[in-house]
């Protein structure tokens, strides 16, 4: 009897090996796209081991995208100012209408995902499987996988996706002997062993700690946390050691963050030990007395720190030469690595998961397509995006890590000088937000119109939905999940009355694209703060006026927790598309196919569609 016959096969729509936050994203995107996928995680359950703790604007972008948004300020984590020597990072809207940075716990952003994975029809999370064998044909992917149980169960699907890590079964046994590997990023040379550490901060008392003396000086508990343990995350730009600490996760939970470099010739696994760790760190807990009036330094209570996890590990820039190869995909840490600077790591693996899901999502639905094209071209897009990603990140460890005293005296002077000048002094906040929203530098192949839009990032802004009275993200309202197409239209007016015309203007649109967009799922966008619900429309419609920056502060369910926005521009999605812009052809992932002046360049875009998505045939269109 033939191995194929011994063994049942199940099926299903994209196989996912590896469970943490990339693979999880993934699966949780595709449960939004109604397209059925298995996760198979080696792991019994979500590690407690808080790793990464920064998340990016888009990060937390897509985290309100999979409808967690809640979560985000409540329990996943807080958002702190960053200090960077006498320059400060504040955490203003960029242009997603989100803070610039999360500080969170990882633990409780993977089970954000994670239950969105449980609610889902589309979506199932396999525990305890660990991948023993891939074979792939020209039309599917067979894995095999040992269960719970120790059974073997086989699995067919069109795709998978590895996102198993850096050590993961995917590319190192099924991908490097086919030619794919990790490699240094050219023009990189970072290549350093850090030491992370986490501590979990309990308060001392005065019953406790009778005789901690800042008591005697009128100090409460919560005032000396915040004394030793400051609320903002800092990079502290020692040229003798490089460091960076701070705060991370919900603020309830007082966990606190401290890396640092391990020298030439000191050995990391040592370096890593309490002896070591508490020689370099607690001199930053040590306060002298007379900065309080006492005749003795006070040092924070030992017996109030836990130590959760102190590891090496080392950082360097690396990135696969490809990303996928047949039907078998590699995101997150499986294809690329980062350095710690800029908190890329999984904001890095989140884009992944987002440019990768809609193109799967499309497959699915329209298998008679060219995969390997469509896969060509996110590699091309994403690598793009990750080399941008990579180049602010080794600007901020330059700036870290530069040993120089010379160097270092003269970028001290640089940020006092930047601070006196306030104009000099937002652009240095914003760091690479001031460059705008990220467009892609168009490549054959790439889905968009480079003549309309140019592959454009869409902004988000706060809206107020016309129909209910109620401020939203305008991502909610454009991608609502009641909505079926693949591709979304915006429609950006200056006055209501103008939304009715431009509702007729797109009549036909399903029937055209072959339901890949939709007219009755159309969302105008009238660019008048006062505007009110357009008296011309007969039936409901997806009609939203742009917010103010006070209207979202004061929005108790959507402002909670968080700072009010900081320079937030209402009409960001309009200075960006650019002022003619008035039909957007929107992809899934947030990046603009085409932003068209008039209804025939909307048409003649449209008509480009079937090829932009290497449709192998027209049919329906």
């Not at 996760?39 to 604007?57: K, Q, S, V």
């Not at 198993?164 to 290549?191: S, W």
């Not at 950082?315 to 996928?324: K, P, T, V, Y």
């Not at 915006?490 to 431009?502: E, F, I, T, Y």
């Amino acid at each position: 009897m033939s191995r194929d016959t011994e063994l049942p096969c199940e099926t299903t729509g994209v196989i996912i090996c590896g469970g943490g936050p990339t693979g999880a994203l993934l699966s949780a995107l595709l449960h939004q796209l109604s397209v059925p996928n298995v996760i198979l995680e080696r792991e019994i359950d979500i590690t407690t081991d808080p790793r990464g703790i920064a998340l990016d604007e888009d990060g937390i972008r897509l985290i309100q995208e999979i409808g967690m948004y809640d979560r985000i300020f409540n329990r996943i984590g807080a958002c702190y100012n960053f200090h960077f020597i006498s320059g400060t990072g504040h955490d203003f809207e960029g242009g997603t209408g989100h803070v610039g940075f999360v500080f969170h716990k990882q633990p409780e952003l993977e089970r954000a995902i994670r239950d969105v994975i449980a609610q889902s029809p589309f979506s199932e999370l396999r525990s305890e499987a660990t991948l023993t064998s891939i074979t792939e044909d020209a039309d599917t992917v067979i894995v095999e996988y040992i269960d719970r149980s120790g059974s073997t169960v086989r699995m067919r699907a069109p795709f998978l996706v590895g996102s198993d890590g850096k050590t993961g079964y995917v590319r190192k046994k099924y991908l490097e002997p086919k030619g794919i590997v990790m490699e240094r990023c050219e023009g990189t040379n970072y290549d350093e062993t850090w030491v992370a550490l986490n501590w979990q901060i309990k308060l001392p008392t005065p019953d406790t700690h009778p005789e901690f003396p800042l008591w005697k000086v009128g100090y409460t508990p919560e005032q000396v946390y915040d004394l030793f343990f400051p609320i903002d995350f800092r990079f502290l730009c020692n040229p003798l050691r490089p460091s960076v600490c701070g705060r991370f996760g919900p603020a309830a939970d007082r966990l606190w963050r401290f890396e640092f470099v391990v020298q030439a010739g000191e050995d990391p696994v040592k370096m890593a030990t309490f002896a070591e760790t508490s020689r370099i760190i607690y001199p930053y807990i040590t306060h002298p007395g007379r900065r309080y009036g006492l005749p003795l330094q006070v040092t924070y209570p030992k017996d109030c720190i836990t130590t959760l996890r102190s590891r090496p590990f080392s950082f360097l820039a690396r990135s696969c030469n490809m990303w996928s190869m047949g039907r078998v995909v590699i995101a997150g840490d499986a294809a690329h690595v980062f350095p710690p600077f800029g908190g890329q790591g999984i904001a890095s693996g989140f884009r992944d998961a987002s440019a990768l899901a809609w193109r799967l999502a499309h497959l699915y639905r329209e298998p008679d397509s060219d995969h390997e094209e469509l896969l060509r071209a996110w590699y091309m897009e994403r690598k793009q995006q990750f080399e941008h990603s990579l180049a602010s990140t080794i600007r901020n460890g330059e700036f870290v890590t530069n040993g120089d005293p010379w160097k270092a005296f003269i970028r001290d002077w640089m940020f006092w000088g930047i601070n006196l000048i306030p104009s000099w002094r937002r652009c240095f906040e914003k760091g690479s937000r001031a460059e705008g929203m990220i467009r892609y530098k168009y490549q054959d192949g790439m889905p968009f119109v480079p003549d309309l839009g140019r592959g454009l990032n869409l902004p988000q802004v706060y809206v107020r939905d016309l129909a209910t009275n109620e401020i939203v993200f305008s991502d909610d309202l454009i991608y609502a999940q009641s909505k079926a197409g693949l591709f979304q239209i915006l429609l950006l007016v200056d006055q209501s009355d103008k939304a009715h015309h431009a509702l007729k203007e797109i009549d036909g649109l399903s029937q055209s694209t072959a339901g890949r967009l939709r007219e009755d799922e159309a969302t105008v966008l009238i660019h008048d703060l006062k505007a009110k619900y357009p008296d011309a429309l007969s039936s409901p419609a997806n009609i939203a006026r742009i917010a103010s920056g006070e209207e979202f502060a004061a929005d108790e369910r959507l402002c909670r927790n968080r700072p009010a926005p900081r320079h937030y521009d209402p009409f960001k999605i309009q200075r960006e598309a650019g002022p003619r812009a008035t039909y957007i052809v929107l992809r899934p992932d947030r990046f603009v196919y085409a932003a068209c002046a008039t209804v025939q360049e909307l048409w003649n875009a449209l008509s480009s569609l079937p090829t932009a998505l290497h449709l192998k045939t027209d049919a329906g269109t």
